[in-house]
T-cell receptor, first 114, second 114 residues
Framework: DAGVIQSPRHEVTEMGQEVTLRCKPI?????LFWYRQTMMRGLELLIY????????DSGMPEDRFSAKMPNASFSTLKIQPSEPRDSAVYFC????????????FGDGTRLSIL | KQEVTQIPAALSVPEGENLVLNCSFT??????LQWFRQDPGKGLTSLLL?????REQTSGRLNASLDKSSGRSTLYIAASQPGDSATYLC?????????????FGTGTKLQVIP
């Protein structure tokens, strides 16, 4: 079975541009998570969805960040406009029941904002 | 606010040694605790998940324990191998602000020397 699939793997763009990161969770999983990982702050939860509905977006750093999950097999994280401090590795993870099943991570998108 | 600490930050051991990684958390009202490994340039791989009602979980050469009252978990790796070299992270799932939250530790970078 395919794991969590993220695209693109790498993204380099200039500040001010819109960035869209994509995620396909594991089929059948009902929870989806977006994380950001930096050397300074470690791994931080940005937002998570349960049954395609955003449950907790308190980790989203600013209004420039938005996430959607239009159906059970696809989610996007968008940054508009992007800034150099948004440079990080962004991970998507999915789980079948958040409270008692493990999370499965994608390989991440390495984002560099120049 | 839940704080998760992992000690040591880095560890280097010769092949064949048994070793213990530590994870401590400040709020004992948790749903579960999960141990992951992260290889360079990769996402996180789930190793073990311990429910709040459990004391330990085992998988192969790995054993994870949980002591909620003291806010501690340990990951025991028996007969370490060079392939165990990676960063190990613990994550605590708990209830905060009406939502399920997750906080990751900063990780222990393990090097097993052949």
């Amino acid at each position: 079975d395919a794991g969590v699939i993220q695209s693109p793997r790498h993204e380099v763009t200039e500040m001010g541009q819109e960035v869209t990161l994509r995620c396909k969770p594991i089929s059948g999983h009902n929870s989806l998570f977006w994380y950001r990982q930096t050397m300074m702050r470690g791994l931080e939860l940005l937002i998570y969805f349960n049954n395609n509905v955003p449950i907790d977006d308190s980790g989203m750093p600013e209004d420039r960040f938005s996430a959607k999950m239009p159906n059970a097999s696809f989610s996007t994280l968008k940054i508009q406009p992007s800034e150099p401090r948004d440079s990080a590795v962004y991970f998507c993870a999915s789980s079948n029941n958040y409270s008692n099943q493990p999370q499965h991570f994608g390989d991440g998108t390495r984002l560099s904002i120049l | 606010k839940q704080e998760v600490t992992q000690i040591p930050a880095a560890l280097s051991v010769p092949e064949g040694e048994n070793l213990v990684l530590n994870c401590s958390f400040t709020d004992s009202a948790i749903y579960n605790l999960q141990w992951f490994r992260q290889d360079p340039g990769k996402g996180l791989t789930s190793l073990l998940l311990i429910q709040s009602s459990q004391r330990e979980q085992t998988s192969g050469r790995l054993n994870a324990s949980l002591d909620k009252s003291s806010g501690r978990s340990t990951l025991y790796i028996a007969a370490s191998q060079p392939g165990d070299s990676a960063t190990y992270l613990c994550a605590v799932i708990y209830r905060g602000g009406g939502y399920q939250k997750v906080t990751f530790g900063t990780g222990t970078k393990l090097q097993v020397i052949p």
